[in-house]
């Protein structure tokens, strides 16, 4: 049951994380149509896209589901965006208990141009006694689509607000690291 829980919940994040990017597609443009992709708008946008993102967040509450930890914050400087960070627990009921859990994240970085938007699915740890959240993964949609991610968060006690770095990380240094978790 909790196999196909967590399937139908990433179908719906992954649904409306495309949503999203699709309705901000929309509203980019004046007459309010689509315009259709161009390889050289995206290999702009890349460009200004650095390979590490730090920004902070702020604990949000429960998901409306009562499931994931919600955190929100503002990224600004090169890539300006509002994030949301969605954990869900991932271990077994019994062990919810212990300080170090296996969690599985969404990431969504809407950018105010919508062309550097991106979400990606991620998994890993979260120790509590450290306030370390650690995961990898990919991102599975928008700019640098497939390309391997590491989120680090810091979250600081008691108010669980939080220092995020994303660092995206090239296939060609995943080969020399194994034990990545990709």
């Known amino acids: 049951m909790t196999a196909s829980r967590s399937t ?3 179908i719906t994040l992954l649904l409306l994380g495309g949503g999203l990017t699709l309705s901000l597609a929309a509203l980019a443009t004046p007459d309010g149509r689509a315009t259709p992709h161009t390889p050289a708008i995206a290999a702009s946008a890349a460009a200004r896209l650095p390979d590490t993102l730090a920004f902070a967040v702020e604990y949000a509450g429960v998901g409306a589901e009562g499931i994931d930890l919600v955190w ?6 090169a890539v300006p965006a509002r994030v949301t960070i969605r954990m869900e627990y991932g271990g077994a009921a019994e062990d919810r208990a212990l300080p170090v859990w296996p969690v599985n994240v969404w990431l969504f970085y809407c950018a105010d141009d919508y062309r550097s938007s991106f979400a990606a699915e991620l998994s890993g740890s979260m120790n509590w006694r450290t306030g370390e959240l650690r995961v990898s993964g990919l991102v599975s949609d928008g700019l640098r689509r497939n390309v391997p991610l590491e989120q680090r968060v810091q979250l600081h006690r008691p108010e669980l607000a939080g220092a995020v770095t994303l660092v995206f990380l090239s296939r060609v240094a995943l080969r020399h690291a194994p034990a990545a978790g990709f």
């Open 72 to 77: 929100r914050g503002h990224a600004a400087g």
């Open 8 to 10: 139908s919940r990433r």
